[in-house]
């Protein structure tokens, strides 16, 4: 079973929550499924990052082809101050578990 | 019959003046609007695709189309970036993004003169196997409304009508397969991560190709497993696959991980003579669940090569059971990586929260993103802790090389080609389909067409013959990396021995049926 801890952590690291215990439960049989790759045998075995490992990667010229979109890029963002996007203030950690409201 | 001619036919129509990009385009967006009840695309682009269709009306009238596509009417799916057109991914996270560029795939259609009708629907960020988790709503199989499956179905009561027992058409990218499968688009684009193009085409009676991972550009196509995703082409024939093949593939400088190597368009020859090709049946694609009327039409196809000569022989996939699970374990560890750009600040849904950086993102998340997706984050973020990182991801990547070096064995062994079913059984009900939850179900619907997607291998969805329920059933053929126009050419081959039936809609001929200016005859149905 997943530790309190591990679960906060987790809401912590990937910033989503588990909302009930449907979401916890969910992660358990996640794990369970996933517990069945320790049945093959793979002594030996490299890992496989990608199906195109025997190639190599194209590298171009370091010349600036693109750019200056400020404009366009900007559009999409909600909240906007000349040419910055705005944030919220960082360096303010999450509440702690006993504060929060998920499970 | 128009709207029902292939690609390729409907291309000699407008090169040769029978019917104009403009009337084709009107068409096209008339029949959308009247299957509206499909809800198969998500956007329709009518005035865009007007402007694109008279600019190819000027073009066809100065005898200068820009090739085989110029004003053919596609469709694409909501995932891939397109310039000045909402892209949303089915999800709430993205709701009224305005894409600021063309995904390269998209670039290329446009380049070539295509008609580009709408932006099609989807599972939300393209996780799952029916099209039913999008927030628009799901995707209703054109199958469902088909003459072919009324006079199949028995009405329970006469209050049930198709509006309770209308089936899935699959997914992910059930809109696109839909589109084409109800005649409002010549070919559209999908997305294939672990058979979100195969699994609908085979749902919805349609080709869906697979290319060879590096083959055809991923930029502009939002990411979801980075090692496995391509873009997906689903047409009405083989032969239409390879047109659409032959404008996308090659290099982009734009996507590191497409390979180098000069592609050269290709066309497919009509091959009658297959007694040169060895076909590899996998035995472990008998899959537990697998319906017995698709085991008997994979051992009918079989018996059509082995009667024309080829050499058909049973091969063994040895790990084909854990490539489930190794799929499982490696796409949420890329999911919950990819998914962490949706933060708010730069595009998309952003929540009010703002106490903190860290407050407003998890809002915004927890707003924005549905329970599987969640669900998805969250598995792959524990399987990427330091504590599980060794047992978990890098012990799944170990797996994958052995998934993928079955298939070089297979390969290394003289078989060309393997021919597998698509999916364990026709189209669900919809009702049935959404009492398993997504994960559980594409658990079990992914297990015929992922390994191909772990290999990078290039595979192809054929509609082979319909159900005893008048449900389209496919069969897969899967080939060696890079050589789709060995596998295509067989495909085709096979598609002409099947001689899958047409859809009986009552929509589309009324639709079709109507009289063209220019049309000298009707003669494609």
């Not at chain 2, 998209?106 to 003169?113: A, C, F, H, I």
Request: with cysteine; glycine share 6%.
């Amino acid at each position: 079973k997943v530790s309190v801890e591990v679960l906060d952590h987790l809401e912590h690291l990937a910033l989503v929550d588990f909302r009930d215990s449907e979401g916890v439960e969910r992660l358990q049989k996640a794990i369970q499924f996933a517990d069945q790759l320790h049945e093959v045998n793979t002594d030996g075995v490299e890992p496989m990052d990608s199906v195109l490992e025997d190639r190599c990667l194209y590298l171009r010229e370091d010349d600036v082809t693109e750019g200056n979109c400020t404009k366009e890029l900007l559009e999409n963002a909600r909240e906007k101050v000349e040419e910055y996007f705005v944030a919220p203030p960082g360096n303010i950690p999450l509440p702690k578990l006993e504060e929060r409201e998920t499970f | 019959a128009m709207l029902r001619a292939s690609l390729r036919q409907v291309s000699a129509a407008l090169k040769e003046g029978r019917v104009t990009p403009t009337e084709l385009c009107q068409r096209c967006l008339a029949l959308i609007k009247s299957t509206k009840f499909l809800n198969a695309y998500i956007t329709v682009t009518e005035e865009t695709a007007l402007k694109q269709a008279e600019e190819s009306d000027e073009r066809y009238k100065r005898g200068q189309p820009l090739g085989i596509l110029d004003g053919i009417p596609v469709a694409v799916k909501d995932n891939f970036n397109t310039a000045g057109i909402e892209t949303t991914c089915a999800s709430n996270m993205l709701k009224g993004y305005i894409s600021p560029y063309n995904a390269t795939v998209v670039q290329k259609l446009l380049d070539r003169g295509a008609v580009l009708l709408g932006k099609t629907n989807l599972d939300e960020f393209a996780m799952g196997s029916g099209s039913t988790d999008g927030v628009f709503g799901p995707v209703r199989n054109p199958w469902s409304y088909s003459r072919q499956y009324k006079d199949k179905s028995v009405p329970k009561s006469h209050a049930e009508d198709e509006e309770s027992n209308w089936v899935i058409a699959g997914g992910s990218s059930g809109g696109s397969a839909a589109a084409v499968s109800s005649f409002t688009c010549f070919a559209a684009l999908g997305s294939d991560t672990g058979g979100s193009t195969r699994n609908p085409a085979a749902h919805c009676g349609v080709v869906g190709l697979k290319p060879t991972y590096g083959l055809i550009s991923r930029h502009g196509l939002i990411p979801l497993v980075n090692s496995m995703d391509v873009p997906g082409i689903l047409t009405r024939c083989v032969d239409d696959a390879a047109v659409l093949l032959g404008s996308l593939a090659g290099h982009d400088p734009k996507d590191s991980t497409t390979i180098q190597d000069e592609f050269k368009p290709f066309e497919l020859p009509n091959l009658t003579d297959v007694s040169k090709f060895s076909i590899g049946i996998p035995k472990e694609y008998h899959a537990p669940g697998l319906s017995s009327e698709i085991l008997a039409l994979w051992s009918k196809a079989a018996d059509i090569f082995k009667n024309a000569g080829a050499k058909v022989v049973e091969v063994s996939l040895p790990h084909t059971h854990y490539s489930i699970v190794c799929y499982h374990v490696l796409c949420t560890a890329e999911v919950a990586s990819n998914m962490a750009r949706f933060d708010g600040l730069e595009y998309g849904h952003r929540s009010d929260r703002r106490e903190s950086t860290e407050s407003m993102y998890a809002a915004t998340r927890r707003e924005g993103f549905n329970d599987v997706v969640r669900g998805r984050i969250l598995s792959g973020n524990y399987f990427l802790l330091k504590q599980n990182y060794e047992k978990y991801f890098v012990k799944a990547q170990k797996v994958r090389r052995l998934i993928a070096n079955d298939f070089v064995k297979v390969f290394r062994s003289g078989v060309d080609i393997l021919l597998t079913p698509t999916t364990l059984s026709d189209a669900a009900p919809y009702t049935e389909f959404i009492l398993e939850d997504n994960r559980t179900r594409s658990a079990q619907d992914d297990i015929l067409t992922q390994a191909a997607n772990m290999a990078g291998l290039p595979a192809i969805n054929v509609p082979t013959a319909l159900s005893e329920r008048g449900l389209p059933v496919g069969l897969q053929f899967i080939g060696r990396s890079f050589q789709e126009k060995q596998l295509l050419t067989v495909a085709k081959w096979f598609e002409k021995q099947v001689q899958f039936p047409m859809i009986q809609l009552e929509e589309v001929k009324r639709h079709d049926n109507a009289v063209f200016q220019h049309q000298k005859s009707a003669s494609f149905s």
